[in-house]
């Protein structure tokens, strides 16, 4: 009977082991620029990787806009999205996509999330709002966004360093 509940725990230990290993994500293990950590948000990591070969992940799909405004000229190959459900890479274009919603984004005001199929974004959007969008609209949301910041922290800062004592 020993034996049988140190099998049994040894089997439920290698499991446990094993999904603990699945949940990892690819290198880098934190976001390039913001410093957060990819594999606590695997469900919207991002992989840009550019025709020089170089390549950049990040926590989502606000921080690749910002690498891609920090390398101007370069050229993208290619776009990687954790799905939202099961957290595996999917071409980004080529993915479904939700913006808006009551689900609050990852580095931004308007969450942004991809899906594998339009079934799963369906079900998203009818639990937590939101609409369907592709990339190309998920892309161009996020870098007015950008540039919505950019403007209004010029604003904020303007004359600041004018004043004399």
Excluded at 20 to 46: I, L, W, Y
Excluded at 66 to 81: A, N, R, T, W
Excluded at 129 to 144: I, Q
Aim: hydrophobic content about 40%.
């Amino acid at each position: 009977m020993t034996r049988l509940w140190i099998s049994i725990m040894l089997l439920l230990a290698l499991g446990t082991a094993c999904l603990a290993a699945d949940n990892k994500v690819e290198p880098p293990a934190d976001c390039k620029q913001c410093g957060m950590n990819r594999t606590a948000f695997g469900h919207s990591r991002m992989v840009v990787t550019y025709t020089d070969g170089s390549s950049s992940g990040t926590c989502s799909i606000n921080c690749v806009a910002i690498d891609m405004k920090k390398q101007p000229g370069k050229e993208v190959q290619s776009f990687q999205v954790g799905d939202y459900n099961s957290k595996k890479l999917i071409d980004a274009k080529n993915a479904v996509w939700v913006i808006g919603g009551k689900k609050k984004g990852v580095m931004t005001p308007v969450a942004k999330w991809a899906f594998t199929d339009k079934k799963a974004a369906e079900a998203f959007v009818k639990e937590y709002g939101g609409k369907l969008a592709t990339f190309d609209e998920v892309l161009a949301a996020t870098e007015k966004e950008l540039a919505a910041r950019e403007q209004q922290k010029s604003h904020d800062h303007k004359g600041h360093g004018d004043h004399k004592m």
